[in-house]
């Protein structure tokens, strides 16, 4: 599929079926070919869509090697196809978000089928012992939600190697699953951006996920670690909207979490020495990591071992580098 389509000929606007919209845009799956999502933007003659920055990002993947496309693939939904509109940019193409990533979730006569979004791990707390609610959103132990930490971060420290700034990490754009293994994927990734230039849309941070140190919104890569610190915390600690304190470094972790993992936060959401994402993953899986608590199994089926070998990318190897992240 070319990286650049015309909307009066690439798109049969007959074969498109509206599944969602948002602040930014309208969503649309093709019916012909259901796997395959087209988001179309709001026209704003304020702040029109930055064709030139989204183009980049379609191209981005290019620069990988082998296993990195793939390992980006299979993290993110990536944009794979701009779509123009007479010289602008109307909208892009990309994959449909995985079935594993979606459960059963809600009141007991109506549940819904619900993205795993990274604010049920923080607000897990809250209806877990709600009788009026059912759930088969799985319940992470201390071990496996430390797993998704790290598979967070090596996402992040890839993107970064590549000069990406992710922008609105928050707890709505995080998706999780534990099929085939427990790890996350990213999504709205329109709000990324290259170091350097411009973004698709108006830059924008969710609240309660806002770096302080950021001006006008214009978010880089020092405050893609303040919210990969602010997410681990929210995961670990079932912390809702909450900062973590000013103490974090000197207590003890829960159980089955990294002794490295407190002061990784506090690092990550102070005003300076911000650590890499590639020290994160370190600190996480270094040796210095203590024995893990026993892990709860899943509610679902395992995977075998034919899926996970052609199922789950291996993560591909990760330079350190001993400064911290660029702007």
Not at 66 to 88: L, M
Not at 142 to 147: K, P
Not at 241 to 251: G, K, T
Request: hydrophobic fraction near 35%.
């Amino acid at each position: 599929m070319s990286a650049v389509m015309e909307y009066s000929t690439g798109i049969d606007a007959s074969a498109l079926n509206e599944i969602g919209q948002g602040g930014e845009g309208r969503v649309f799956e093709f019916i012909d070919q259901p796997e395959t999502i087209y988001k179309e933007f709001h026209f704003s003659r304020q702040h029109p869509p930055n064709l030139h920055a989204l183009k980049q990002l379609v191209a981005l993947p290019e620069s990988c090697s082998e296993p990195e496309r793939a390992y980006i693939e299979s993290r993110t939904v990536w944009p794979r196809t701009v779509v123009t509109d007479h010289g602008r940019a109307r909208g892009y193409l990309m994959r449909r978000i995985p079935d594993r990533f979606f459960r059963q979730h809600g009141l007991k006569k109506r549940p819904m089928n619900v993205l795993c979004a990274w604010d049920y791990l923080s607000m897990r707390n809250s209806y877990i012992s709600n009788p009026r609610l059912c759930s088969e959103i799985p319940q992470p132990s201390a071990v496996q939600i430390t797993d998704l930490i790290v598979d967070l971060a090596n996402t992040v420290s890839l993107l970064h190697r590549h000069d990406v700034v992710i922008g609105d990490i928050s707890g709505r754009n995080l998706a999780w699953t534990d099929q085939p293994t427990w790890h996350v994927l990213l999504i709205d990734c329109d709000s990324f951006r290259v170091r350097g230039s411009g973004s698709v849309n108006y830059p924008k941070q969710t609240p309660d996920w806002e770096d302080p140190a950021v001006q006008n919104s214009r978010t880089n890569q020092q405050s893609d670690i303040y919210k990969l610190g602010i997410a681990a915390y929210r995961a670990v600690w079932a912390a809702t909207v909450q900062q973590p304190p000013n103490d974090l470094a000197s207590r003890p972790p829960p159980q089955g979490v990294p002794a490295a993992l407190p002061s990784l936060v506090a690092r990550s959401t102070g005003a300076r020495g911000r650590p890499s994402a590639a020290e994160w993953v370190q600190g996480l899986t270094g040796p210095s990591t203590p024995e893990p608590a026993p892990t709860a199994p899943s509610r679902n089926k395992p995977a075998t071992r034919k899926q996970l070998a052609t199922e789950e990318p291996k993560r591909p190897t990760i330079q350190m580098r001993s400064t911290t992240p660029n702007n």
